[in-house]
């Protein structure tokens, strides 16, 4: 398993942005896919996006929820095994706790199947 910790949170006007970031501590030779899940008050956990690990380098095959596809933008940058969220456009729907996961064994929108979970940081988007 890997050690996972989230930054960048905050609370943010409606149309503004804001940018997560996930160190990445430990190992990751085994790390097949990493992603970003949220979970508002009241909600379970869903899925926002992903990426696949393997292969370093700074690119990878990418996945998104319907709801943050052409708003939302996963990377990574393997040198610095460090994992990003930026979120563009967001509106007060995206508040919720984001959390950072890392999985071996992956189905990739499945939260059931990441291993690896960072603390989670909030992010708050006022209207």
């Known amino acids: 398993q890997v050690r996972l910790v989230e930054s960048g949170g905050g609370l943010v006007q409606a149309g503004g942005s804001l940018r997560l970031t996930c160190a990445v501590a430990g190992g990751t030779d085994s790390t097949a896919a990493m992603g970003w899940f949220r979970q508002a008050p009241g909600k379970d956990r869903e899925f926002v996006a992903a990426?696949?690990?393997?292969?370093?380098?700074?690119?990878?095959?990418?996945y998104y929820a319907s709801n943050a596809k052409g708003r939302f933008t996963i990377s990574r940058d393997s040198a610095k095994k460090t994992l990003y969220l930026q979120m563009n456009d967001l509106n007060p729907e995206d508040t919720a706790v984001y959390y950072c996961?890392?999985?071996?064994?992956?189905?990739?929108?499945?939260?059931?199947?990441?291993?690896?979970w960072g603390q989670g940081i909030q992010v708050a988007v006022s209207a």
């Open positions: 990426l696949n690990w393997i292969g370093g380098g700074s690119g990878g095959l990418t």
């Open positions: 996961a890392a999985c071996t064994h992956c189905s990739i929108y499945n939260s059931n199947t990441y291993n690896s």
